[in-house]
């Protein structure tokens, strides 16, 4: 290999596997440079050139000119140097080439495994600057091969992998199949590919949409959000920056052509677009489509919501198995707790009359508390006495002994003051409830006034 046709192989393997041929060359220098020294030691003194007129790659070995020899594989004598230098004079450094054919199988083979490695270095700095910036972004490949349940894709120019996790419930693909998929990952430093593919991630929902809908590409519709469970269902929320183009009906396309599309590629999954919106209240309503909200509670020091539906319609709000409150929660960022009217209002009757069952606390204080934001006995006992005197006719000493009743009733109960309204009337959640809705909400601040 290391004759004139060094420079056709350099240029073969450049243009085939992408890599500069400075790194190639390179990579033969100090692939050369551990072969001669392979062979001679490591103490001598040894220089690679890359001949570009001739297209090979010499190696020089440089002694120094001494008039007594004391380190043979350094130094040469200065008769020897006459003969190679007449105008040689002690001290002199003298480079005389080397044959590489005269290295040996071992010392060849030793170059041989640099080189490769080199350009496997080389071939993965390559894939990692040429995916890096590229992450979420859709690829397509061919099944190249199944390790395991992990599956392992040809992208052209380098290798991705797309992990059993990474794909949604039963997809199943064979050697050969083409994929689509985005790219989740690049590593800098992998032993397998580098690259790391995902079919599940909201980013692969929300590039299908920018490759469908041409609105989204331009930029007048814009994408705010996004919820998968993959191969079931997922929830998108839109919005336009022009108030005469709907953002829902240009995703949904012709007679459900482009959300059609999106749905095929992601083999079936079902897909809520919804209008995104300023107002958190009106986007969780918006989220939990097709349910009806009556209300809506917000805590914003818990970043919780509490919904209050229809009861016919609870169901309908929380969805199979939980699935439609999960969705909204993750698409809106908040935690949501959905309840029934029925209970809200039970719970609120228990809350008002823990209230009323105060020392002192009569309907007219109490409805002063609601209105205040104080729903109940619990609430009452966490309340600061400046927010209390803020009520007509609370004074500072009043407010104290108000938090004080409070507090006592709730330790004689054996409740917390983080018990929910339904702990302190000694109420219990339905099953079917348990089961599929968030915990309660702890808070009832900004609650609308009780008719």
Known sequence: MFTTDIK??????????????????????????????????NNIDIEVHYNEDIGEIEVF??????????????????????RLDSDCEIGDSLGTKI???????????SAKQVIIQKIKNAEKALVYSNYIDRKGEIVNGIVQRIDGNDIIINLGQAEAILYAREMAPKE?????????????????????????????????????FNLEVPEISEGVVK????????GSRAKLAVSSIEPDIDPVGACVGMKGSRVQNVVQ????????????HVDAAKYVC????????????????????????????????????????????????????????????????NGFDSLVALPEVGLALADDLCKKGFYSAKELSTASVDNLIEIKGLTKQKATQLIKNAIDVIKGNNISPESSIEELENTEEPESDIATVSDVNQSLNEIEDIE
């Open 8 to 41: 056709r192989v350099i240029e073969q393997v450049s243009r085939d596997k992408g890599i500069d041929r400075i790194v190639l060359i390179n990579a033969l220098k100090e692939a050369l440079s551990f072969a001669a020294r392979k062979k001679y030691g």
């Open 61 to 82: 070995q440089f002694k120094e000119v001494v008039e007594k020899i004391t380190e043979p594989g350094k130094q040469i004598s200065f008769e020897e140097g006459i």
């Open 99 to 109: 044959d590489t054919s005269t290295f040996g199988r071992i010392a060849a083979q």
């Open 172 to 208: 199943t693909y064979k050697r050969g199949d083409r994929i689509r998929a985005c790219i989740l990952n690049v590593l800098s430093d992998a032993r397998g590919p580098q690259i790391v593919l995902s079919r599940t991630h909201p980013d692969f929902l929300i590039n299908l």
């Open 223 to 230: 994408i705010m959000g996004a919820a998968r469970e993959p």
């Open 265 to 276: 590629e992601l083999k079936g999954e079902k897909i809520d677009i919804i209008p995104w």
């Open 286 to 349: 918006n989220a939990l489509a097709p349910a009806e909200i009556s209300r809506v509670i917000i805590d914003e020091d818990n970043h919780s919501m509490q919904v209050i539906v229809p009861d016919e319609l609870l169901s309908v709000a929380i969805g199979k198995r939980g699935q439609n409150v999960r969705l909204a929660s993750k698409l809106t960022g908040w935690h949501l707790d959905v309840k029934n009217e029925s209970r809200y209002s039970e719970a609120m009757k």
